[in-house]
């Protein structure tokens, strides 16, 4: 038997199905707009998987109309789509927040994927650069500051003259140019604000954590946070097939 799951952000959607023991067999990822068509999923199922997939899918979703957009179009296959949150995740998780349903499926993901760790803090760069705080197995709360991307993306709309810029590690002083003057603000920027904040969850919490980045710029901002820091491309789809596990 094979499982269906999936991680749906506000850019990006990863498509995984599972195999028997739980773990990534085959992933797939579009841009999430691209999930409106509605026939992805289905053509997954249909080229590879077809009659040895269990029925049930579990998605974690921070784009409601997707979400919608895909139960509707395997509703006539006999699929049923099932979302994180809509499950009682107390059986696996603790949240300690003032209110639980503001917090993102995707968060929620991931600090069930890395409760084995104990105290741990995950940076997650996506469309927004998440801070999340998981402290003796509970989830506890965490930071929101802007995704990386989204800014030079919005920067470059939003003015006449700034270009897109690639980020690239190899300038060592501040700008001669106004792409070097970009690369400059955004890189030793993004590299004060991580490193700020991670100091400050440690400070204020007085403990050391694991420090675990996914997202796109996982890799490259590595190399500039002073503690040490694991990269983890998977640690969402983990959370989510611990769930389908443990309460499917």
Known sequence: MKYLIGDIGNTSTKICILNNSFKILRSYNFETFKMLRGDLIKNIIRKKYNKDINPIFLFSSVVPKVLINIKKSLKLKKYKVLELKNLNLNKIIKINIKNKKQLGSDRIANAIGVKKFKNCLVIDFGTATTFDVIKNG????????????????????????????????????????TKEALNAGFVWGYEGLINNIINKIISKNKKNFKVILTGGYANFFKKIIKKNATVDQNITINGIANVYKELI
């Open 138 to 177: 509970i989830y506890e709360g965490g930071v929101i500051a802007p995704g990386v991307k989204l800014s030079i993306n919005n920067l470059n709309k939003a003015t006449a003259l700034l270009p897109l810029i690639n980020l690239s590690f190899k300038q060592k002083k501040f700008g001669k140019n």
